[in-house]
């Protein structure tokens, strides 16, 4: 019963709250100072979260670029939105996973999956929506977080999608192969 009271209780703000002082502990300039980021650059940040990522990415694309905050929980587009306002991000759109058809093929440069490939399912066909979404000459970052190396890599590699060109800081760099 205590279970559900807290759930309950669980909030955005709460969400907010919590990721916040895990951001606090983990530096995201650094973090995202290694996905190369430039100014322009149209970003997936998959599995985005409260937006941790997010807010520094949209200061790095500047006015010109956009980043796609996309997750599947509805509290974390919340949160995104919420980060939005307070912070002015104009280049940021917050998208649920069931909406991610609305972001066009092909348009990504960068897409950023961190802390969340180990809680997908159906990995080959998370791995062909990414594909669908980076440019031919894009990269994707997925991390590494609670697995293995070797998961990961047969995982991504089995799907005959990705080249994995070397492995960053607990994530492994992509490039998508062309069909």
């Not at 599947?72 to 919340?78: C, D, H, P, S, V």
């Not at 919420?82 to 066009?104: G, S």
């Amino acid at each position: 019963m205590k279970n559900i009271e807290k759930s309950k209780t669980f909030t955005v703000e709460s969400m907010i709250a919590m990721l916040e002082e895990r951001d606090i502990l983990s530096p995201i300039n650094k973090e995202v100072d290694k996905f190369n980021i430039k100014e322009g650059n149209i970003i997936i940040d998959y599995g985005c979260g409260s937006g941790g990522y997010t807010k520094r990415v949209s200061e790095l694309i500047g006015d010109n670029g956009t980043v796609y905050a996309v997750d599947i929980q509805e509290l974390a587009i919340e949160s995104v939105k919420k980060k939005i306002n307070k912070y002015h991000l104009r280049n940021v759109e917050p998208i649920l996973v069931k909406n991610i058809n609305l972001i066009k093929d092909n348009v990504a440069d960068i897409v950023i999956a961190i802390d969340m490939f180990h809680m997908v399912q159906e990995t080959n066909v998370f791995l062909e929506e990414l594909h669908r979404l980076l440019k031919k000459d894009g990269i994707l970052f997925i991390g590494m977080h609670h697995m293995s190396l070797d998961d990961a890599q047969s995982k991504i590699l089995n799907s005959n999608l990705w080249e994995i060109e070397c492995e960053l800081d607990n994530c492994l760099k992509c490039i998508p192969i062309t069909k």
